[in-house]
């Protein structure tokens, strides 16, 4: 990139720069190229607050540990060549001398052939004395003289000077992380103060017009800066010292004035958001202007991720990560830790990997290299790889994943099947003590909870009631949570059950029609038919529908039969965002649970009773996990709750 005046059209501009798009490989290659060899600047720090951070050079013992040769054992130093004699039947006396060594007291008359001196645990030897016998093995005669009935090898309940850190000895080399137990070698050692690598100092900033901070309230089309607190924590977790800046509005001048200043005080700098072609993406050009060479990676070939942009800024990293959270953090873990550790001094972050089998194919962009958040859970043979993404905007695919796998760029797809590695996010599989896959619904926290009390890891993944049953089959759950109408029988669920499988009741939720309030053309239905009429026969009245597999979506279009009203194609998966999207004036009516729509503060007109219910793999019934959520499903506790939310327990 070079210094050249903005071109009118900056969509060109922009082309140009997604047109260089780099392999992740090389893109990290020439940051890295860019930034290194530097030297790791130092600082001094006092062995309370230097936790955590990185020794910039080798510690060399200054004193022996322990300084002298000091006793083990409560007892009484002595001559081992006296006692050679010693046995149960023969026994020694000998005299005592006139003093007591305690701890911190240090003894002033030898130990002469024929006499014993009292000593303490951690007391000194005495002079003369070459081993320790303990009070439990002698008896005291008269005040003055003691008989021991065993013999003593030399050195016996003595550590020598020197014995645990010698004089002169490489205590802890450069690029340790110092934890508790290196602070207590330095300790040991008299040691207060240490060389450590200077964290970085990491600028922190979010862009868009939309954001605000949490802790306020959220405008219409406003968000919360997500990025800022995740790249704050992330940087801080890698060796850094985040400052958080707060987020910048879209605007060249005031993102301008913001960078430079968070570049004069600072050794680093990251941004999110503004990378890809929207209308407000400006801090790439504004970088142009920063520093030599400016931009050395604008695109690069990762999923999610790809707009992530690499600078150098006269000898300072520049990164602009991608706006959705997601993107921003697989980035930033992925391209950006390994610079932030080199600089801080730490040596490469090692990732544990495990494999596990991935049950269902996941389609993958050709041509770039993919990363797929995974939630763990234990198969009949082996550790099962579940894709737990929901898009790249989505951050509890992160925080409830317990690993990635990686989808190299040349393939186009994941088959069911595969033996995949997977790194993971901590340094041990946690598997989950019980395993929901299938519908999702609120209730279902209502009864998790007390297993959750009760110190048992729940994992739930939602894939959808058939999604589920598949799931069930292949006994990679426990239980699958169902609500499948079936026309042929007019019965819920138990159609749907194959061998291996059988039903637990669960609750029943009341389905229906939700509007806003007010709104007369349901206001007047007299029921869910009669308000899908009214609302049919007004062409202005929009919908918003379900997605297919789901089982509000079989409700749907037994209502609607052939009719394709306004609003059909928009197919959330949830009930929260049919609610959201009708409270937001996007659309007028949809299906939801009733529990959903008051929470809403929606109107509601009652359709049907469903059924939620849990098919269990009965394979899986002893499971300790699984007896517990059948007792907390079946107590007055969970009862009551799920009654208090809107349902009915079964
Ligand atoms: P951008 O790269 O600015 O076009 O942003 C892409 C998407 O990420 C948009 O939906 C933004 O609202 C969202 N986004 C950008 N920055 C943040 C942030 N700091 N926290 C949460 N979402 C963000
Ligand atoms: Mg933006």
Not at 16 to 38: H, K, M, N, V, W
Not at 428 to 433: L, S
Not at 483 to 503: A, C, I, R, S, V
């Amino acid at each position: 990139m070079t210094n050249s005046p903005l071109p009118k059209n900056r969509d060109n501009m922009d082309q140009d720069q997604f047109l260089t798009i780099l392999s992740r490989e090389e893109a990290l290659e020439r940051f890295e190229a860019g930034l290194f060899p530097r030297p790791v600047p130092t600082e001094q720090r006092q062995l309370a607050d230097a936790l955590g951070c990185t020794l910039a050079q080798d510690i060399v013992a200054p004193i022996d540990v322990p300084p002298f040769d000091r006793s083990n054992v409560d007892g009484f130093a002595v001559r081992s060549a006296d006692l050679a004699s010693a046995g149960e039947a023969t026994p020694v006396r000998v005299k005592l001398n006139d003093e007591i060594i305690a701890c911190g007291t240090a003894p002033t008359r030898p130990v002469l052939s024929g006499t014993a001196t009292s000593i303490a645990t951690g007391g000194p030897l005495p002079r003369g004395a070459d081993a320790v016998v303990m009070v439990e093995h002698t008896q005291p005669v008269g005040p003055r003289a003691i008989e021991i009935r065993r013999a003593a090898s030399p050195g016996q309940f003595v550590s020598y000077a020197g014995s645990d850190i010698a004089r002169g000895e490489a205590l802890l080399r450069a690029g340790t992380v110092i934890g508790s137990r290196e602070i207590g070698m330095c300790a040991a050692c008299g040691i207060a103060q240490v060389t450590v690598a200077r964290r970085p100092r990491v600028a922190v900033i979010s862009t868009g017009d939309e954001l605000v901070q949490p802790g306020r309230p959220l405008g219409p089309a406003e968000i919360h800066d997500t990025n800022g607190a995740i790249v704050t924590a992330a940087v801080n977790e890698n060796g850094g010292e985040a400052i958080f800046l707060g987020a910048v509005a879209d605007d060249a001048e005031k993102l301008e004035a913001a960078m430079r200043r968070a570049l004069e005080t600072s050794d680093m700098l990251v941004l999110s958001g503004g990378t890809s072609k929207g209308a407000g993406d400006l801090s790439h050009r504004i970088i142009a202007r920063l520093g030599k060479p400016g931009i050395i990676a604008h695109g690069v070939a990762l999923k999610p991720g790809k707009p992530l942009c690499l600078a150098v800024c006269d000898g300072k990293p520049v990164v602009i990560l991608p706006g959705f959270p997601t993107s921003a953090m697989f980035t930033f873990h992925d391209m950006i830790v390994p610079v932030l550790r080199r600089m801080a001094g730490l040596p490469p972050r090692s990732d544990a990997k495990v494999v596990a089998r991935v049950p269902v194919r996941i389609a993958s962009e050709l041509g770039r290299t993919e990363f797929v958040m995974v939630s763990l859970v234990e198969g009949n043979d082996g550790l099962i790889a579940y894709p737990s993404g929901k898009g790249s905007g989505a951050i509890t695919s992160f925080a409830q994943a317990d690993g990635f796998l990686k989808i190299d760029a040349l393939a186009d797809q994941m088959p069911a099947g595969t033996e995949a590695e997977v790194t993971l996010f901590t340094p041990h599989v946690r598997v989950p003590d019980l395993v929901i896959v299938g519908s999702h619904c609120t209730g279902l926290d209502l009864v998790t909870a007390q297993l959750a009390h009760a110190g048992l890891s729940v994992r739930s993944i939602a894939v959808g009631s058939l999604g589920g049953i598949a799931a069930a089959k292949r006994g990679e759950c426990d239980f699958a949570p169902i609500h499948l109408f079936d026309e042929k029988t007019e019965t819920y669920n138990t159609p749907f059950l194959g061998p291996g499988l059988e039903l637990v009741p669960g609750w029943r939720r009341m389905q229906g029609i939700v509007f806003r309030k007010g709104d007369s053309r349901f206001e007047a239905a007299k029921d869910a038919k009669a308000a899908v009429r009214a609302a049919l026969a007004d062409a202005a009245c929009i919908m918003v529908n379900r997605n297919q597999g789901a089982g509000t979506r079989i409700l749907i279009d037994r209502l609607l039969g052939d009719n394709r009203p306004d609003g059909y194609w928009n197919q959330p998966k949830s009930h929260n965002a049919v609610a959201a999207a009708i409270a937001q004036q996007r659309a007028d009516w949809g299906m939801t649970i009733a529990p959903v729509a008051h929470a809403a503060g929606l109107g509601f007109i009652p359709f049907a009773d469903e059924h939620y219910d849990f098919a269990l793999v009965t394979a899986r019934k002893d499971r300790p996990a699984v007896q517990a959520f059948l007792k907390a499903l079946a107590s007055e506790e969970a009862r009551a709750a799920l009654t208090r939310a809107g349902f009915r327990p079964a």
